[in-house]
């Protein structure tokens, strides 16, 4: 009876060293991965002067598509990804992140596009103002007026004044 008592213990012992070392495996893949994806994103928005929230998105998409198809043992043997590929398959799952990172990439990209978009129609808008009534109209009054899509809450609306300054 003690014997068994004492297996189990041991046992005990040596799977929570184990779960520790795969937390801080983990924890050190995800700090690195995010460490990555902010450098990325920061090198993307000073070079190309797009929106960091929108570069962001993108950037994230792509690497979510990026550790679906490479299949880091962090990524893919994490409990929930293992939940999913045990109900659904690997492959679904395999799909499944695939598009959840499209979707994502795409709505970072889309909103940039429809940012600079609505940028070039105010700039052509302001060349072709004729006095200084028709250019306060236009930065004041004009601009994109409805809905961008995001994954975090953004302004929907901007008029040109704020596409023109506040927008990198």
């Known amino acids: 009876m003690i014997e068994d008592a004492t297996a189990v213990n041991y046992e005990s012992v040596w799977k929570a060293q184990i779960n520790v070392r795969l937390l801080l495996l983990t924890s050190g893949a995800i700090a690195l991965t995010l460490g990555l994806v902010y ?9 190309l002067h797009v929106g960091w929230v929108e570069s962001f998105e993108a950037v994230l998409g792509m690497y ?22 045990d109900v659904i398959g ?38 072709a103002a004729t006095d200084s009534h028709a250019r306060f109209e236009i930065l004041y ?28």
């Open 90 to 127: 690997d492959t679904a799952t395999t799909a499944l992140c695939t598009i959840v990172g499209l979707v994502i990439a795409g709505l970072g990209a889309g909103r940039q596009w429809q940012l600079h978009a609505a940028r070039q129609r105010c700039e052509q808008a302001l060349s």
């Open 141 to 168: 009054y004009q601009g994109v007026d409805g809905l961008l899509p995001a994954l975090v809450r953004l302004p929907s609306s901007f008029t040109c004044e704020q596409l023109r300054h506040s927008i990198p």
């Open 39 to 47: 450098v990325v994103v920061q090198q993307a928005v000073r070079l």
């Open 64 to 85: 979510i598509i990026l550790v679906t198809w490479r299949r880091p043992a962090w990524f893919w043997n994490d409990l929930k990804a293992s939940w999913f590929r």
